[in-house]
């Protein structure tokens, strides 16, 4: 009966471990498990907040685009409208540039034109002007040499008694008009100035200037 109470006392005592080991796991077990479904609970909140976040900006971003798909297509559809208000400017700023350049050009070929022309006038009032001065050289050139062969003076008398190189243009006895070589160059003096005008230059007629 001794072995059979100890036997008995040795079972209990065991079973009294065994409960108490199992109550151990199964507190150690729920608290591992509270702290995973606090994990996870801490998870799924964060997970939801970033689903709402998201769903916010998904959103948002969608109202954006559509704003500027609407922006953008009331843009459009203007500028659709002023296209051809466009072309007909463009269309004036091209013939305005055309009609300008052939303004230009004309004018600048004018411009030529009336350049040559002056040039041309004051190459021929030179001309006239070295003319005149070598034609005046040659006369006096004349009238020394004529002073110097004894070519009588206007004061001289001819044998019909005139004064020979009178401006009158009286005759000699040959019958000849007998005015002095200082008569004819003051003539021809007068004549080239009446000519030349002012300085020996050829008068240039308004007609041919404008």
Known sequence: SAARAKRAYAQENFLSQYAKALTTVREQAQDIADVEHTALRNQV????RQLRRDAAYKKALKER????????????????????????????ADTRFAQD??????????????IERLNQL???????????????????????????????????????????GDSGGGFGASGFTTSSPKDSLRKHSAVVAGKAGPGGIPPVSKKKLG
């Open 45 to 48: 909140s964060a997970l939801k």
């Open 65 to 92: 685009t559509e704003i500027a798909e609407m922006s953008a297509e009331k843009r459009w559809m203007e500028a659709e409208v002023k296209i051809p208000q466009l072309e007909v400017l463009i269309n004036k």
């Open 122 to 164: 004051l190459r021929r009032e030179q001309d006239a002007r070295v003319a005149a001065e070598a034609h005046s050289n040659t006369l006096q050139r004349r009238l020394a040499n004529r002073r110097e062969s004894g070519w009588p003076d206007s004061r001289a008398r001819s044998p019909t008694g005139s004064p020979v």
């Open 101 to 114: 350049r052939l303004f230009n050009q004309e004018r600048s070929h004018r411009h030529k034109r009336e």
